[in-house]
């Protein structure tokens, strides 16, 4: 029952995920995100069984998890020999990219690649556009200086619940790929649940003024017309 319940945890990781700061912490916005990720990490470990005990011993799965076992071995290792090791652990002030967030994001790769299947593709599409649409949303709002938070933010530029512009950016990016995905799928028919994301998450990307994460959309949407 527990297993069958994790694509639920995955979704709502999904969508929270990005959206989720919280502006009267020390760090507004790394933190609560390192935070999910931890938490959703250990409430997906449960079907990481399914991964290394229930499936067949093939010699592709022997391989992929020397693999897994070496990266967490050598990410074990680069903390016991750190000079920092809080800094390894943790990672540095605004970062949080230390070992805590790398295994997190591991297990969640790990769980969701037993848990997301052809049949709900679409749904964990759906919620990252949602997610997106939302980010866009703050976003715009903050480059015509409508922002309801206090933050400094002269250039007036889209920052939205990331914190940061090239990191708002790439995201943007990301689920503009996969918005533009779903639009190849349907064959380029007039879907205003489509299009209309699709121009609201374009336009905020725009706004970012950010060369990464037009060069992010430009190479997805290149692959994915030419593949």
Not at 88 to 114: H, M, P, Q
Request: aromatic share 16%.
């Amino acid at each position: 029952m527990l297993f069958r319940s994790n694509p639920t945890i995955l979704w709502v990781a999904i969508f929270i995920t990005p959206l989720f700061f919280l502006p009267n912490t020390f760090d507004h916005f790394n933190a609560p995100k390192s935070w999910i990720l931890l938490v959703t990490a250990v409430l997906l470990l449960p079907s990481l069984k399914k991964v290394f005990f229930i499936s067949e011993i093939k010699r592709t799965n022997l391989i992929f998890k020397i693999v897994i076992f070496a990266y967490i071995f050598s990410l074990t290792l680069s903390v016991l020999t750190s000079d920092n090791k809080n800094v390894s652990l943790f990672g540095e002030y605004g970062r949080n990219t230390g070992l805590i967030s790398y295994l997190s994001l591991l297990v969640i790769f790990l769980a969701a690649s037993k848990l997301i299947y052809i049949n709900n593709i679409k749904r964990f599409f759906r919620l990252a556009i949602l997610s997106g649409l939302l980010i866009s949303f703050y976003g715009i709002l903050q480059s015509f200086g409508l922002e309801f938070i206090n933050w400094e933010n002269p250039k007036k530029l889209p920052n939205s619940s990331l914190g940061n512009t090239n990191f708002t950016a790439a995201l943007l990016a990301l689920i503009l790929i996969l918005n533009f995905g779903l639009c190849a799928y349907s064959k380029f028919k007039i879907d205003f649940k489509i299009i209309t994301p699709l121009i609201l998450i374009l336009f905020c990307l725009i706004l970012t003024r950010t060369l990464q994460g037009y060069l992010i959309f430009l190479f997805g949407v290149s692959v994915i017309i030419f593949f």
